[in-house]
């Protein structure tokens, strides 16, 4: 005569554990990959539109881009790499570009609220931003 090696208590035991453990797998990954909320975000000399897999940067005197993916992680947090373009004001030449330099976008997010801060590469200083999910910038554009 053969026992079973598992009572019907014992599978059912297992089976609820092994559902736990998936469902908690995916809870910590979908924390993992938030991202950046997509949409337009503004404050004092800056306006950001986040895209579904980039943002576009519009200061008052400047351009940049985040190229993506924009991923924040469980706390709100992110360190995104991306571009510093400078402009001017004035006529601009026609052989004139202006060049894009590297730079890093890091910050927060807490609720509508974002915290961005600049660092552009080969320069000491960083600017920090405060901007709201769903308004505009407030730009004084170069002219």
């Known amino acids: 005569m053969r026992r079973e090696m598992f009572t019907p208590k014992a599978r059912y035991t297992f089976l ?11 809870l910590v990954y979908s924390r993992m990959v938030e991202r950046i909320p997509r949409g337009e975000w ?7 539109n986040v895209g579904e897999r980039s943002a576009t940067i519009e200061y008052d005197c400047a351009h ?15 360190q995104l790499p991306g571009t510093f373009t400078p402009e001017r004001g004035g006529p601009v030449r026609a052989d004139e ?3 894009a330099q590297r730079a890093t976008y890091s910050g927060t997010i807490k609720g509508n609220t974002m915290t961005l801060t600049l660092k552009v590469e080969g320069v000491d200083e960083t600017e920090t931003f405060s901007l709201e ?9 170069c002219k």
């Not at 940049?64 to 992110?78: M, S, T």
């Open 16 to 26: 609820l554990l092994f559902l736990l453990t998936i469902c908690a797998t995916v």
């Open 42 to 48: 503004g404050g004092t000399h800056i306006n950001m």
């Open 64 to 78: 940049g881009e985040i190229p993506g993916p924009l991923n924040i992680d469980g706390q709100g947090k992110f």
């Open 97 to 99: 570009t202006a060049q």
């Open 133 to 141: 999910k769903d308004k505009p910038g407030d730009l004084f554009k």
